[in-house]
């Protein structure tokens, strides 16, 4: 069964503006959120990560919002550049399996000239 | 620094066949850990060394996978026999420890194709 749901699976976004991917867990257990970033032909790279005592975390134009009482977290790109297009995957690792990391089925998004 | 390696890049097998991946991990990497990627779906994390030792290995289909990590440095992923269903990108990362640092680098991944 899939732990972490992603949504949506594709979007469409014109330069210069918001890319919003949210993503949902039913673990508790879950204590660290990252964020992977895909190139076709190439590996996922970490690009931002959480933890549940924060709310929210900014790294340039990337911010993770974290709900957990919702037990939701999203991705959001502002800014929206040309060179953001690629996979994104959401991800949550519990405590007691330090690294096995449990990942959302991805986004593909697509920033427009 | 040098990344994540992994080879070949590319595979085309016939069902029934077998095949083997290597991966050499980031230098002084304790923990390596091999996925498969179906196409439009997650990594899905079929094995985790810890050094040489195995720490999880619950989702690999061991009647036709299996893995080492001899001398707790690089590593190989097996297939024997293939089935159609696993036509997928075989991701190897690595991580200095599982509990010390969560961040897992990825190589580029072996896209195989059973035919």
């Known amino acids: 069964q899939q732990q972490v749901k992603q949504s949506p699976q594709s979007l469409i976004v014109q330069k210069g503006g918001i890319s919003i991917i949210n993503c949902a867990y039913e673990n508790t257990a879950f204590d660290y959120f990252p964020w992977y970033q895909q190139f076709p032909g190439k590996g996922p790279a970490l690009l931002i990560a959480?933890?549940?005592?924060?709310s929210e975390k900014k790294e340039g134009r990337f911010t993770i919002s974290f709900n957990k009482s919702a037990k939701q977290f999203s991705l959001h790109i502002m800014d929206s550049q040309p060179g953001d297009s690629a996979t994104y995957f959401c991800a949550a690792t519990p405590t007691d399996s330090w690294g096995k990391l449990q990942f959302g089925a991805g986004t593909q998004v697509v920033v427009t000239p | 620094e040098a990344g994540v390696a992994q080879s070949p890049r590319y595979k085309i097998i016939e069902k029934r066949q077998s095949v083997a991946f290597w991966c050499n991990p980031i230098?002084?990497?304790?923990?390596l850990y091999w996925y498969q990627q179906i196409l439009g779906q997650g990594p899905k994390l079929l094995i985790q060394f810890q050094n040489n030792g195995v720490v999880d290995d619950s989702q690999l289909p061991k009647d036709r996978f299996s893995a080492e990590r001899l001398k707790g440095v690089d590593s190989t992923l097996k297939i024997q026999p293939a089935k159609l269903e696993d036509s997928a990108v075989y991701l190897c990362?690595?991580?200095?420890?599982?509990?010390?640092?969560?961040?897992?680098?990825f190589g580029p991944g072996t896209r195989l194709t059973v035919t």
């Open positions: 959480i933890r549940p005592d924060v």
């Open positions: 990362a690595s991580s200095l420890t599982d509990f010390i640092s969560y961040e897992q680098y």
């Open positions: 230098s002084g990497h304790a923990t």
